[in-house]
Structure formats: C-alpha cells, structure tokens
C-alpha cells in the first residue's frame, strides 16, 4: 500500500501539468484572436492581404518556426505512442508509463510556448488576476475533487485521500469583495465577448 502511495504526487504533478498546458493552448487559440480577426465590412481584401504576407521573408520564417514546432509536438506524441517505446517505457518505468508520456507532451508544447516568447504565464496575468489566484487552490483541484468524491462507495484510501485534498482546498480558499467583483466583471466581459458575433449577425 505504502509503495503504491509514493505514486499519487507523481501522478497528480503530471495531471497538473498536462490540465495547465491544456488551458494555454485554449488561450493560445482563445476567442479574441479568432474574433478579432473577422475582417471588417468594406475592408481591405483578405485574398491580398495573404498574398503579400507570403511574399513576406519574416512571415515565412516564422512559418517555418511554427511548423518545426508543431512537428515536434506530433513526432513527440506519436513516437511515445508506437508500441514499441510504450514497451520500453512501461519496463522501465511501470504505472508512471502514462504519466511520463503525457508530461513529456505536456514539455513539448511548452518548448513551443517558450520559442514564441510567451513566456512564464502568470507573467501575462494582471495583478487582479494575481490577486485571485492568491486567494484560492488552482481549479483542477475542484475537479479531482469531483472524481475522488463521486462514487458509489470509498474505500479508507480514498476516503483519505478526499478528506486531505478537500481540507487542502477549503483552507487555501479566502476570496474577499475584491474578488468577486473581478470574477463578476470578467463573466460579463465574456458574455459580451460571445454576444458580439450574433449582435453582427442582427445588423
């Protein structure tokens, strides 16, 4: 049991690491970006504007970059996936086989994130946002606690382990007014952000 229990930080640092990269790549492809390039009515051509970046030096490099970087991503992904390494890796490295694939995916995208210079990513966060992270656990911690508490029955393993992560999360949470009004002030923004498409839809 002991043994079996040295396994949990390792699993739950590679779970955490997979779920942080996952939501820079959905900021990476967030709405703004996406929105904020619809071309305006009566606007310049976009089939122009192609063509000239193309002919762009700069673009192309950067191009190039991108498709390097992506390709490692994939030849990462799916080389740790052939049968052969998943083997090798599973010999040497036992039930932490898939936890190793995914933080070394995990890896991969941030050498990716890294080269386009984003940077560390709470570098990027304003200090309310700052503030708010301060002030409670990070958000994975509510769904691993969805899954531990969410069965029939808990074995005392289990049962333990809920009640420590749970105590863990409920002692680190301390938002104030501050808070809420930040929190309240970012939903409205993005509902206005989601409302826009349909606003332009109307016109």
Do not use: N
Request: proline share 5%.
């Amino acid at each position: 049991m002991a043994p079996a229990l040295l396994l949990i930080p390792a699993a739950l640092a590679s779970f955490i690491l997979a779920f942080g990269t996952g939501v820079e790549f959905v900021r990476f492809t967030s709405l703004r970006p996406l929105l904020g390039g619809v071309p305006e009515p009566g606007g310049p051509d976009v089939r122009q504007g192609w063509l000239a970046a193309l002919q762009d030096r700069s673009v192309l490099a950067s191009l190039a970059w991108d498709l390097g970087l992506l390709l490692l991503f994939v030849a990462q992904h799916s080389l740790m996936a052939a049968e052969t390494v998943k083997t090798w890796t599973t010999r040497y490295f036992g039930v932490l086989q898939r936890s190793l694939y995914v933080a070394c995916t995990a890896l991969a995208l941030q050498v990716y994130y890294h080269v386009l210079g984003l940077g560390e990513p709470l570098a990027l966060k304003s200090p309310r946002a700052l503030r708010l992270f301060a002030h409670l656990r990070h958000p994975v911690c509510v769904e691993l606690l969805t899954v531990l508490w969410a069965v029939p029955t808990l074995g005392t393993d289990r049962l333990l382990l809920a009640l420590l992560l749970t105590l863990y999360l409920g002692l680190a949470h301390g938002l104030d007014q501050q808070d809420l009004r930040y929190l309240r002030a970012q939903l409205q923004r993005k509902l206005h952000l989601l409302s826009r498409p349909q606003e332009e839809a109307a016109e």
